[in-house]
């Protein structure tokens, strides 16, 4: 949801990131308008700040979106750096306590992040995957480590600790200062 980033961007434009924007997926109900929708804002930012590549934080299933946009939609030229926080990169066992279409992309078998995984990102970007032991949705919490990625432990945290704790503000900020 994209007001769930509202405390993140402001914390980051108090530190000189005047530049922070969320992408509302409202009415998208598929993985590919999900992605396509991304792709489309990152290329508009672009357009409209002169920028040749961006960062991107993503959350939870966020970050499997940006993945998918980097295959389907040429996303990954226009990346600089990619964090995720507790996204389920190799899918989550918790999937399987949901029956809709979307949940069910995230347990570990199905077939999206059985491709997803298929191929590895490219490396042209920076990528961090912030996770915790404490996770309650992503189960394995080690399924929240993307292959390629540098693994940044929050352990302590919580699914949701990510958006609302000033320790993940500032790791970020220093991941994006860096």
């Not at 990528?127 to 432990?153: D, H, N, Q």
């Amino acid at each position: 949801m994209r007001g769930n980033f509202f405390l993140i961007m402001a914390y980051l434009g108090f530190f000189g990131h005047r530049r922070s924007y969320s992408v509302d997926f409202k009415g998208n109900t598929s993985w590919e308008a999900m992605a396509k929708t991304l792709a489309s804002f990152v290329h508009e930012v672009k357009r409209v700040t002169g920028e040749r590549r961006v960062d991107i934080v993503a959350h939870s299933m966020g970050g499997l979106v940006v993945r998918l946009a980097i295959q389907d939609h040429n996303l990954g030229p226009s990346l600089s750096t990619l964090i995720t926080l507790g996204t389920p990169h190799k899918g989550t066992y918790s999937a399987r306590l949901a029956n809709t279409s979307i949940t069910r992309d995230l347990r570990p078998d199905s077939a999206l992040i059985q491709r997803l995984n298929r191929h590895p990102l490219p490396r042209n970007i920076k990528v961090l995957s912030l996770w915790s032991r404490s996770e309650l949705f992503v189960i394995p919490p080690e399924f929240a480590i993307c292959g390629g990625s540098k693994a940044v432990e929050m352990t302590s945290f919580t699914h949701y600790s990510y958006l609302i704790h000033p320790r993940c503000w500032e790791t970020v900020r220093q991941i994006l200062n860096s």
